[in-house]
């Protein structure tokens, strides 16, 4: 089945380390994104790829970084200059429609 | 800049219950609009979309219709269950080239008591 996935689903981490979240799609899809969502704020875009070896910031890219190698794939670094990084991450992905798809998530706890 | 706004929830309905939550937007040009849902601890999944003005939108029994002159975009149920009880965000697409990031509304929690 053709879909998004993310790992791992629940991930923690001391605080001043960095942290990488996976995000795979094997829609075919030019685009990807990576959004924060935190409790009553909706989604906020951090970064997002329209195709291979380019990304573009988004709202809150400040702390993030990411890499585009391959299509199929989107990683999110969260570093430690990131103030609060605890927060539930979405990765999503877009063809030719503008609706995006979205993976499971991954929930990032840093003590 | 675009935007969108939500009516704040929760919203607590008993089964068999009439759904709407609101939806206004802001936003240049001639935007997508979508509903996604989200179920606990997942991601969130597509519901309806409609693309031009007085589209409606339609899918497990959720509609929307696409209004431009009242710049709204409202989901609507005739009866819920309790399966629908969820998180549902409303969201536009910026229009025009490279039109590829979503706007999302800061969602509405909807819980259906039996």
């Known amino acids: 089945d053709g879909g998004i996935t993310q790992s791992p689903k629940y991930l923690f981490r001391k605080e001043g380390q960095n942290v990488t979240l996976s995000c795979e799609q094997n829609?075919?899809?030019?685009?990807m994104y990576w959004y924060r969502q935190d409790p009553g704020q909706g989604l906020r875009l951090i970064y997002y790829s329209q195709i291979v070896n380019d990304f573009q910031k988004g709202d809150i890219a400040e702390g993030y970084s990411v890499s585009r190698e391959k299509k199929e794939s989107f990683p999110l670094t969260v570093t430690s200059a990131q103030k609060n990084p605890t927060a539930f991450y979405l990765c999503?992905?877009?063809?030719?429609?503008?609706?995006?798809?979205f993976g499971p998530g991954t929930r990032l706890t840093v003590t | 800049g675009n935007s969108v706004t939500q009516m704040e929830g929760p919203v607590t309905l008993s089964e068999e219950a009439f759904l709407t939550i609101n939806c206004t937007y802001t936003?240049?040009?001639?935007?997508?609009l979508f509903w996604y849902v989200q179920y606990p601890g997942e991601g969130l999944q597509l519901l309806l979309k409609?693309?031009?003005?007085?589209d409606k939108g339609s899918n497990k029994g959720f509609e929307a219709t696409y209004r431009k002159e009242t710049t709204s975009f409202h989901l609507e149920k005739g009866s819920v269950q309790v399966s629908d009880s969820a998180v549902y965000f409303c969201?536009?697409?910026?229009?025009?080239?490279?039109?590829?990031?979503?706007?999302f509304g800061k969602g509405t929690k909807l819980s259906v008591i039996p």
């Open positions: 999503a992905s877009s063809g030719t429609e503008y609706e995006q798809y």
């Open positions: 969201a536009l697409s910026k229009s025009g080239a490279g039109s590829y990031q979503l706007t």
């Open positions: 409609a693309t031009k003005a007085d």
């Open positions: 829609l075919n899809h030019d685009a």
């Open positions: 936003a240049t040009g001639y935007p997508s």
